[in-house]
């Protein structure tokens, strides 16, 4: 157990140094430099910043700095925002998204694990078919558009009661998060449940089910015990991409709600050209998404005893 | 068991058939396009899939309409509004009106479209006025619109407005300045009805009227006819879609298309040699899943660069295919190494058949259904991540229309104009929905072991 996870870190520490390649080259390959600003700049500034960055050296000893700072976890300081690390500006930002994201999966788990069951219960029945409808919406329209659309409903809420029920826009208080999180967490919900039905099924027709029915077990207990906990079992192997998804997803929700998450930051950072900034925060995504993985696969090995993660 | 006699144990005779074979014998294919044709959902939305290949491709030659002119007497028109404008005589400048009746703000005269020529009474002890323009009225909070002009003496009491008029009501305000020039709570109002204008100039150069035609000043005549009505900057819609579509559709078919088969040839080559090469290549496939996709998608796009007049539509092509190959290369390899432990190969190649035969015959049909299932489900995903990027303004350049980028246009007028929003999501989640469900129906026909699994 102990070894395997061991694996999956070390494993993982190499990715996570794929990413920071591709990411330092990409950025490499971006056209102009970060010193081609609208600003003034004489000869002898330039060769000074250069210097001072550590542009005027060859590129792989730049990579080489590159990756000495990033061992250390110095993502440098904010081209734009001089008085800035990215430290600061990952910390200040990131949890933003963070509490967003986990309210999302947790919406999308739930909601998916419970509409699952549901149409599988009620299967060719009418909750059945209406909740697949708005599981085929919710795959097909696009995020933006929902996200317009529950802010224009928002707004006419407010004006028909005639005081806030639920902020617009902005960020703070648990009402700030609440459509958000749910916009953001839609599109998963929506595969869940198709997952989480089509997994319901199998289970339903399975031997263990058939044999605890005809033992006399009460329906209730057969559904918890037995067909929902196996069921579950696929939904939690999809979680971690599904993360992945929804944390990286999240610039359309932050841009349209005006929340100050790290996604919004990035978009920014990225019309700025702040290459530090950019760089730092993909690597800072990369490694997050990279260990939330190995982390939801080792829960998994923890829930299902019948995989064995050792081998 | 009573009613068996001796007759029971009696040979059959030879002549009889033992076996009769009732239905005809289908291929592989043939099975699978009779199983999508029985599946009403799948069928439903090949046509659909067909519906907008068509109207991409002949689109632009039923409607031939630029999808970059502006019309600039219908901006922001929902489809199905009035296009009747009067002609007036071309445009002439104002310095107001002396000896206007009336008191207050009030119009010098007939507002229209090309001016709303506004004329008021200094307001008392007024230093200086401003005038705002609103599309609500001011409401109990005062909210005034947008300033539109400041005069800081009492000399000028007129202003003309020409900026963005379209038919409608508009709201205008005078508010009076002290002598600080700040603003101060006594304001007159006015509410505006624009009616919509064009000059014979105008309406010659868009050929509307003609020299020789009859048409007089002050007459009605007809705009030009845009069926789905126009975007901020006048543009035709359904034009704009057409154009749209060839973007979003050549992004989100073309990527799959390219990214599956770098991902079937990686695959399989990993698969076929195995081992150590095997595992190096899957290691690397693994490497890049890794890469936070829409950071990535973003990261290429600024590296790769869009000089100006480009429309950024190569290099997101490039983008999906680089970052979107390796979940096709893990599914094929799967499938072969599984294919080459069936008993089929071995007969076949203890029959004499070589490695190539041995590809063409078997493992490639073999693996082109699930292929195909992913095309089918990735093209939705592109075009999702086309319009995802277009929306957050990092997919493709304007002035190229994409369904993305028109969202996004049309997402900050929503309240006021909501068509503008409307058609292009309308477009995204149809074409998503039918490539979804054809998907659907393809697996369940082409894919024995997914099959009823739903």
């Known amino acids: 157990m102990w070894l395997y996870i061991l694996k999956r870190v070390l494993q993982g520490l190499l990715t996570v140094w794929f990413i920071a390649t591709a990411t330092f080259f990409a950025m490499h390959n971006v056209p102009g430099d970060p010193l081609t600003n609208d600003r003034a700049m004489t000869e002898t500034t330039r060769a000074n910043l250069e210097a001072k960055y550590g542009l005027d050296q060859p590129i792989t000893t730049q990579y080489l700095i590159f990756l000495r700072n990033l061992a250390r976890g110095d993502f440098g300081i904010s081209f734009v925002q001089e008085n800035r690390e990215v430290n600061d500006i990952i910390r200040e930002h990131f949890p933003v998204s963070a509490i967003l994201g986990v309210l999302a999966v947790v919406f999308a788990a739930t909601g998916g694990v419970l509409f699952g069951a549901l149409t599988a219960l009620y299967r060719n029945r009418l909750p059945d078919y209406l909740i697949m409808f708005l599981v085929i919406l919710g795959i097909s329209v696009p995020s933006f558009v929902v996200a317009a659309l529950s802010q224009l409903s928002l707004v006419s809420l407010n004006t028909l009661v005639g005081f806030t029920v639920l902020p617009v826009a902005g960020w703070g208080t648990v009402m700030h998060m609440l459509v958000p999180a749910l916009v953001l967490g839609l599109s998963t919900m929506a595969y869940l449940t198709r997952l989480m039905r089509s997994s319901m099924l199998e289970v339903t027709s399975s031997d263990y089910v058939r044999t605890a029915k005809s033992k006399g077990v009460p329906p209730t207990r057969i559904f918890t015990r037995h067909q929902l906990r196996n069921a579950i079992l696929p939904v939690v192997t999809v979680l971690g991409p599904a993360i992945a998804a929804i944390t990286t997803g999240g610039f359309v929700v932050e841009l349209v709600f005006a929340i100050p998450g790290l996604g919004r930051y990035f978009v920014e950072a990225v019309q700025q050209l702040d290459y530090t900034v950019i760089m730092g925060t993909t690597v800072f995504y990369g490694a997050f998404l990279v260990f939330m993985v190995i982390l939801v696969d080792v829960v998994y090995g923890f829930i299902d005893p019948r995989v064995r993660l050792d081998s | ?454």
């Open chain 2, 1 to 454: 068991m009573s009613d068996l006699t001796a007759a029971s144990f009696a040979p059959l005779s030879d002549q009889q058939p033992s076996q009769v074979i009732a239905r005809p014998s289908l291929s592989y294919w043939q099975d699978a396009w009779s199983r999508l044709q029985a599946n009403r959902r799948a069928l439903v939305s090949l046509y659909i899939v067909i519906g907008l290949l068509l109207f991409t491709v002949f689109g632009p030659v039923v409607w031939p309409v630029d999808p970059a002119m502006q019309d600039i007497d219908q901006i922001s028109q929902p489809p199905g509004t009035d296009r009747t404008a009067t002609l007036v005589a071309d445009y002439e400048p104002w310095f107001g009106t002396s000896g206007l009746p009336g008191t207050g703000l009030r119009l010098a005269e007939k507002a229209t479209s090309q001016a709303v020529r506004l004329q008021w009474d200094a307001v008392d002890g007024a230093s200086g006025h401003r005038v705002y323009r609103n599309l609500f009225p001011i409401g109990p909070e005062l909210s005034y619109g947008i300033p539109m002009a400041e005069f800081l003496n009492n000399d000028t009491l007129y202003f003309e407005d020409r900026l963005d008029l379209q038919p409608g009501r508009f709201y205008y305000v005078v508010v009076a300045l002290d002598e600080r020039g700040l603003i101060t709570d006594r304001y007159q109002s006015i509410s505006v009805d624009v009616e919509r204008v064009t000059t014979r100039t105008e309406a010659l150069e868009r050929g509307l009227i003609t020299e020789s035609n009859a048409v007089q000043i002050g007459d009605k005549i007809t705009l030009a006819w845009h069926p789905l009505g126009t975007d901020y900057l006048g543009r035709d819609l359904l034009a704009r879609l057409m154009a749209g579509a060839r973007v979003s559709l050549f992004i989100g078919i073309g990527a799959p298309f390219l990214f599956v088969l770098f991902g079937v040839v990686y695959g399989s080559a990993a698969g076929f040699m195995g081992g150590r090469i095997d595992q190096l290549m899957m290691r690397f496939a693994d490497f890049v899943v890794a890469l936070p996709f829409l950071l990535f998608m973003i990261l290429f796009k600024i590296a790769f660069g869009i000089g100006p007049g480009e429309s950024g539509v190569f290099p997101m092509l490039v983008a999906l295919v680089v970052l979107l190959w390796p979940a096709t290369a893990r599914l094929v390899r799967g499938q072969i190494l599984q294919i080459r432990e069936q008993g089929y190969i071995s007969a076949s190649e203890l029959l004499g058949a070589s490695t190539p035969y041995l590809i063409m015959r078997h493992m490639i049909p073999n693996t082109l259904g699930v292929v195909l299932v992913t095309v089918t489900f990735a093209i939705p995903s592109a075009i999702f991540t086309e319009a995802f990027l277009s929306f957050i303004g990092m997919g493709v350049a304007p002035p190229t229309p994409s369904w993305g980028s028109m969202s996004n246009e049309g997402i900050k007028t929503m309240l006021t104009t909501p068509h503008e929003l409307f058609f292009p999501a309308l477009f995204i989640s149809l074409t998503v929905l039918a490539f979804n469900l054809l998907g659907d129906g393809l697996r369940d026909a082409l894919d024995a072991r997914m099959r009823n699994v739903e």
